[in-house]
């Protein structure tokens, strides 16, 4: 078997034909299988629903537990039969849920990686490498340029600051589902203890984690009903990065604006949205980790999905790797 003939790009996503299902489609179907819970990869409005058992509660907190005609879990490693090929779920390490799929038929086998970030992550499970005959691979951060540094050492830029200008509140901006929870745990993990405060937007996700055994401290509201204004001086207060230009922002004392994201790496970025202490914190692979990744897999093919194709390509390619890209759209970087 071809390897196009077990999984092929379509409008709605990764199709498998002899499988009848998709992978992450961008629009409702019949049959679909969720790598997880970040929104551009998981939708709601699907007949039939097969994702690890965090992303299935992930997806009942984002859009209700009607969110699928029907939902089956999928057990990390479990082979699962659907219609004629094998599906495998293995962990991503990218946020709580996330799997790579496994995809085989008439001993070819295709892993679809989804996101997925190598360096441990106290808040998910750890990556781990498939090997496979075509890997396909994101490729948010795929450009040389791209090394992220060692997460805890920009957690302590943060309480360096916060020791610093102890009458500003520091407003860090995360992503609801994954870099909120990690972003906290590393907190933690650098021994701030105090109360963390958090925007409403992040408390489902948060509640979540913790019922899944993610320690992650006190979290207390952060609304004005829960002190005056003076009250939130020194503090760490977290929140979608979308909050910070309205109204909610301004009610915090002198507040320096931060953001926990891959994307602060580049200074531009940073600028433009006022950003005064970027943090450069990623849940996907930066580069090194992408081609450490694809020698570790060995894969006779690569597919390469939403990001920076090209560079990727291109460096499979100079390896002796068959390469290409699957030009998929409607991913984004919601996670990043
Ligand atoms: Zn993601």
Redesign the pocket.
């Known amino acids: 078997m071809r390897p196009e003939m077990l999984l092929l790009p379509r409008p709605e996503g990764l199709y498998c034909p002899p499988g009848d299902f998709f992978i992450d489609p961008v629009r409702g179907v019949d049959r679909a299988l969720i790598t997880?819970g970040?929104a551009d990869?998981a939708r709601a409005g699907h007949g039939h629903v097969l994702a690890t058992p965090q992303t299935l509660d992930i997806m009942a907190i984002r859009y209700g537990a009607d969110h699928a005609g029907a939902t089956q879990a999928a057990m990390l490693g479990e082979e699962i039969r659907v219609k004629d090929v094998t599906v495998r779920f293995h962990p991503a390490g990218?946020?709580l849920g996330s799997a790579q799929i496994e995809v085989e038929a008439g001993g070819l086998r295709i892993v679809a990686s989804g996101?997925y970030k190598p360096r441990p992550d106290p808040t998910c499970a750890a990556f781990e490498p498939v090997n496979c005959d075509v890997f396909i691979t994101e490729a948010t951060f795929a450009l040389p340029v791209f090394r992220h540094p060692d997460a805890q050492d920009e957690i302590a830029k943060l309480l360096k600051s916060l020791a610093r200008n102890p009458d500003r509140a520091h407003l860090v901006g995360v992503y609801s589902l994954g870099k909120a929870q990690r972003v906290i745990r590393l907190i933690r993990d650098a021994g701030y203890m105090r109360p963390l405060y958090i925007h409403g937007a992040l408390q489902k996700l948060c509640d979540y984690y913790q019922s899944q055994g993610v320690d992650l401290g006190e979290l207390l509201p952060a609304t004005v009903a829960a002190g005056a204004k003076g009250d939130f001086a020194g503090a760490i207060v977290l929140g979608p990065p979308s909050a910070f230009g309205d109204k909610w922002a301004r009610r915090f004392p002198d507040p320096l604006i931060t953001f926990a994201s891959g994307w602060m790496q580049v200074r531009a970025r940073a600028r433009q949205r006022g950003v005064e202490l970027p943090l450069v914190i990623s849940d996907h692979a930066d580069w090194g980790e992408l081609i450490d990744t694809i020698k570790t897999v060995a894969p006779g093919e690569v597919w390469v999905t939403h990001g920076r194709e090209e560079a990727l390509v291109r460096w499979c390619e100079l390896e002796g790797i068959r390469a290409k890209p699957l030009n998929l759209v409607g991913y984004e970087d919601?996670?990043d």
């Open positions: 997880h970040h990869h990218h946020v996101d919601e996670g």
